[in-house]
C-alpha cells in the first residue's frame, strides 16, 4: 500500500492540492460572508454572558442530550469578545475549514502518497455538500469541524501506527481523541472507524489475519482509546440527563433513517440539486428521479468494485456501518421530537460522511485487483476477463486517466451548483437583516427605557425563553436605551427589527376607585391594594396605569409574586410596567415621603405594536 513521500518530487500535485484547498477556503469564505448568527448561537451567547464560563452549568448541562464542553468553551470565549459579532465567528469557521483541509490531505497522503491520484478523494472532501448544514450554521460548526479534522488525524494516526509500530502516532491519536471527544459525542465512532479502516488496508496487501493483525500492531493506541472512551463514557452518564438523550421508538428511528438515506445518497454525487425552504432554512428536495438515478449509480458501483477490487466488500461495510451508527445515534437522541424529519434534510449530521466519502474513494483507488483464483465466482471472473480485455487495448490508461478526471470536474461542478442553490435559499432568512435594523433602532432610540420583550421568533425561538428576551440577546449593545420593567413610553421591536409604538391589547382594567377626582389614592409612605375587573393567570403582562402626582418620585407595583419599581412624575402622565405572573390586584406602594399620588385607570394585556 501508499507511503508518505516528501513533496519535493511531487511539486505538481503539491500545487494542484494547494489550489483545490484554496479555491475551498474562498468558497468557503464567500459562505460564511453571506450568513450571521442564528438561533443556538444566541442562545449559548446569552448563557455565556450569565454563566461562568467554566461551570457545568454553561459546559454541559441542558445542551439537549449533546456533551460538547470544548464547543461550548470556544463559543462562550469568542461571544464575550465578540457580542453580537458575526465576523470573528466567520473566520475561526474558515480557519477550522483549513485546518480539516490540511488534516485530510495528511490522511490522503498516508493512504495514496504524493501521487495525481490524491486530487480526486481531496476535491470529493473539499467539495461535498455533505458539510453544507454543518458549516454556514456556526452552533452545527463548532461541533462538526473539529470532528471532521479529529477523523482524519485519527484515523491517520491509526494506519500509520499499524505500518510503522511507532509509538508516537498512539499518542497523538490518543490526545485528538480526546480533544475531538470534548466537541462532539460522535467523535465515539472514530475509534471503530480506524481501527477497521487499518484491517481494510491490511486486507488489501494480502494478510491472512487483518482484525488481529491490525489489533497486534495498533494496540498501544487501542488501548489508550479504550481509557480515554471508558472515561468518557462516565462522565458523559453522570453529566447528561437521561431523558435529554431521546426516546424514540424503532419506527421513528426506522423512519428518520429512511429520509437520512433518500437525502444522503444523492449527495454522495454532488446532489441534492434542489432545495426547499423550510423554516427560513434549506433542507435538500431531490426529486424522485435524481434518488432513484443515486440509489442505482451507488450500487452500481459497490457492486464493480466489490467484483473488481480485493477488500472493497469490507470497505463498504465499513462505510455504512459509520454511516448506519451515526444515524442511529442520531435517531435515539432526536427521532422523538417533532422536528426530528428535518434535519436529516438540513445536512446537519454528515460532516464525517465527507471525510469518509473521501477515504472510500482513495482506498478503492489502490486496492489490488482480484485475480482469478480456483472457486470464484462465475460473475467474477466474467468481469475480471472483461476488464481486463478493455485494459489491454491501445490508450486505455489514457482513457482511464481522462474518465476519471472527467468524472471529479463532473463532481465538483454538480457541487458547486448543489452550493449556490443552498446558498441562494438562505438568502432569504431574515435574521440577518432584523439584527443590522435592530441595532440602528436601539441606537436612535433615545434615553427612555424599554420594557423587555422576546425578540423575533426567526431570530430565537419562543421555546428559549427567557433567553430570548431582548434585554439579554442585545444587552451587549453600549448604544441604547436601559431594559427596565417600567418605561413612560411604550415601544418595540417588530419583526423586521424597527423600532415600533406599541398599545396595551385587551386585558382586565382596573376597577373604579373609591376617591372621587382621584380614583386610587396612593398614601405618602403606605400602600393601596387596586382591584382588577377579573382575575389574570401567569402569564407575560403589560400594565398600564394613568396617574397624576404632586412630584416626581418612587412608588412600587405589585401583581401577584412580581414586584416593580417604577419612576413616577410631576402631572398627569402614563407608565407601562411589564409582569411575569398573575393576581386579581395592583398593590402600589408610595417610596417617596409626602408624595401626593393617584391612580385614575388602567389595564393590565398584552402589548401589541399600534
Known sequence: MATTRRWTGRRPVFVGAALLILSQLVLRAWMAAERELFQDDFLYGSQALEMP??????????????????????HGVLYRLFPLEWGPFAVVMVVLSAAGALAVLRLLRVLLGDRPLLLVPLAVYLFSPLILGAYVWWAA????????IGLAWIAADAV????TRRRRYAVTGTV???????????AVLIVPFAFVLAAVLLHGEGVATPLREAWVRGRALWFGAMAVLVAWFATFTLTVPSESVGSATLSQIGELTVITVRSFVPALFGGPWRWAELANSPAADPSPTAVTASVVALGLLVGWTVLRRRGAAWLWLLAAGYFFAGTLLVGAGRAAFGVSNVLPLAYRYFAAEAVIAAVV??????????????????????????????????????ARRIALGAATAAFVASSAWSTIGYMAVWQDEPSRPYLATAKESLAAAGDEPLLDQPVADHLMWSLMTPWNEAAKVFGPLEDRPTFAGSTHELRMLDDAGRMRPAVVDGGIRLADGPVAGCG??????????????????????????DYEADRDGIITVALGSRTVEVPVRQGANTVYLRFVSGGDKLT???????????????VVGNIAIR
Not at 456533551?67 to 470556544?74: Q, S, V
Not at 485528538?176 to 466537541?183: M, Q
Open 588 to 602: 402600589v406602594t408610595s417610596g417617596t415621603a409626602d408624595l401626593d399620588l393617584c391612580v385614575r385607570s388602567g
Open 176 to 186: 485528538a481523541l480526546v480533544i475531538t471527544l470534548l466537541f462532539y459525542e460522535r
Open 53 to 74: 464560563l467554566l461551570s457545568p452549568e454553561y459546559l454541559v448541562e441542558d445542551r439537549g442530550g449533546h456533551f460538547m464542553p470544548g464547543a461550548m468553551l470556544l
Open 160 to 163: 500509520l501506527l499499524v505500518r
Open 141 to 148: 460548526a463548532m461541533n462538526s469541524l473539529p470532528l471532521q
Open 520 to 545: 386610587w389614592a396612593v398614601p405618602a409612605g403606605g400602600a393601596v391594594d387596586i382591584a382588577l375587573e377579573g382575575p389574570l393567570f401567569d402569564w407575560v403582562w403589560t400594565a398600564e396605569l
Open 361 to 398: 474513494v482513495a482506498v478503492l483507488l489502490v486496492l489490488p485487483l482480484h485475480r482469478p483464483e480456483p472457486g470464484s465466482s462465475r460473475t467474477r471472473a466474467l468481469v475480471g476477463r472483461l476488464a481486463d480485455r478493455a485494459a489491454q487495448r491501445p490508450g486505455a490508461a489514457r
